[in-house]
């Protein structure tokens, strides 16, 4: 069984561009969300994916965007880097019959200067 | 959304000790997890639990679901237990985190 993978593992980008990071989901699993992790903290809810839709969002801006694919492989997108988007980005996946236990991938690690 | 309290924010312990950690839930919950982050980010899965007790080795959990609290314990910690350890609960898609709890076992 293949567990949830991201990439890249690290990433520099400068404010004001625009980066996309990339997450496999676990074999069997349909569901995957996204969230944010700023150095010190838990980690925010950004979005979740089921069925190539957004099918919730937390409190994050539209620059923050996603797609899901028909393999239930996701990317998470951010237009106009600022600052504070330096953080750990986290993906987990997750299915209905497995209860939403959620399974994460080992993060992309971005940073903005 | 449903806040999430945990606690203490720090525990230092001697290799040997026990320790119970606890999670405090604003709202009811479906879904509970407790989770170990690695020195590398990743999160590691220790339970499941959105009520009830379980067992995992040294590990164990029980939530009181009708309290809106969780308690993870630590028994017999080594220096591997080391590390962060956070719950998060919510419904069937979102998770809400606490702001973990950071342990430190002293060989």
């Known amino acids: 069984e293949t567990g949830v993978t991201q990439s890249p593992t690290h990433l520099i980008k400068t404010r004001g561009q625009q980066v996309t990071l990339r997450c496999s989901s676990q074999?069997?699993?349909?569901?995957v969300s996204w969230y944010q992790q700023a150095l010190g903290q838990g980690p925010q809810f950004i979005f979740q994916?089921?069925?190539?839709?957004?099918?919730g969002r937390g409190n994050f801006p539209p620059r923050f965007s996603g797609l899901q694919f028909p393999n239930y492989s996701s990317e998470l997108n951010v237009n106009a880097l600022e600052l504070d988007d330096s953080a750990l980005y986290l993906c987990?996946?997750?299915?209905?019959?497995?209860?939403?236990?959620?399974?994460f991938g080992p993060g992309t690690r971005l940073t903005v200067t | 959304g449903i806040q999430v309290e945990q606690s203490p924010p720090d525990l230092i312990l001697q290799e040997g000790a026990n320790s119970t950690l606890r999670c405090n839930f604003s709202?009811?919950?479906?879904?509970l997890q407790w989770f170990h982050q690695n020195p590398w980010g990743q999160l590691i899965n220790l339970f499941y639990i959105p009520s009830g007790t379980k067992q995992n080795g040294r590990l164990s959990a029980t939530t009181v679901a009708t309290e809106r609290y969780s308690l993870l314990y630590i028994s017999s910690s080594q220096t591997t237990d080391s590390g962060v350890y956070f719950c998060a609960g919510g419904g069937d898609y979102k998770l809400s985190f606490g702001a973990g709890t950071t342990v430190t076992v002293r060989a």
């Open positions: 709202d009811s919950v479906n879904n």
């Open positions: 074999s069997g699993h349909n569901t």
């Open positions: 987990a996946s997750s299915s209905a019959s497995g209860g939403h236990e959620q399974y």
């Open positions: 994916y089921y069925r190539e839709e957004e099918n």
